[in-house]
């Protein structure tokens, strides 16, 4: 059949798309896609015999447009993207658009605080009931809610990291008030079902991310409040010890992704099991010199030795989330044979 603009579905509009983009541009896009959707889209393109260059333009237009929209949003949130194409496409056609946009992006709460300073963030909430900074530690970056975390006074701040490990749903009305006493039009929208935010994930994350001195005060203070959760929290936890659980391929690239500096600071008050593990997956040479550099450098600041182990473990995250490298975690689940 020739595919006809008017009344097109969503898959439609996206197979015509993909018609017009060619082959080698629609493989790229298929890379992206999962198996459900690359099946389906192909079913669709398999039943559309001709794109005309009309609906071809007008497809292209329309995706163009949604694009342009995207890219808005993801600079300064819906409100933002409206105001932009209010003035460029008018009220009505841009109400269209963001309207198309957010029933599918299903934007999260609080999605304008995640693009704002996190010192910003603080002074607006650190005066807030702890299950509402609990709430939205748990919708921001982790990176963020790890800064806000450790500003936070030491008394609040496991009794915080306790209610986000806690948390499971919350009623859109409940998200709604927060963001309207926090005087933020953060989302507009929330949908009808019930939010899904903190979690042992989400503090795992944000405890990963804060400085070694917060950790270790949540996390004892956490084993005193409630043992099993705290050590559900620190089995899904990667922390400087822990290299030790490296392989020695990913402990050998760890060495070489960190900073020498980094590697003399942190191996200053370690363990020896970490000293020898460390030292086993380096040359003779940059072995022998780092112990004598070591030997020489005297006297120092715990806090530059806890930042520089900070910066190794955020070394291996990140070779991690790239497939560099694998850690195993508690259980059986990432058990490498």
Known sequence: MTAQKKDLSGKQKAAALLISLGPDVSAEVYKHLTEEEIEQLTLEISSVKKVDSEQKDDIMDEFHQIAVAQDYIAQGGINYAKTVLEKALGDDKAGKIIDRLTTSLQVKPFDFARKADAGQIYNFIQNEHPQTIALVLSYLDAEQSSQILSNLPEESQSDIARRIAVMQSTSPEI??????????????????????????ESIVNILNSVDRTTERTILDDLEVQDPELAEDIKKRMFVFEDIVTLDNRAIQRVIRDTENEDLMLSLKVASDEVKETLFNNMSNRMAETMKEEIEIMGPVRLKDVEEAQTRIVGTIRRLEEMGEIVIARGGGDDIIV
Do not use: F, P, Q, R
């Open 175 to 200: 998200v709604n008030e927060v963001e309207h006493l926090l005087e933020k039009k953060l989302s507009t929208t929330v949908t009808d079902d019930y939010a899904e935010a903190g979690g042992i």
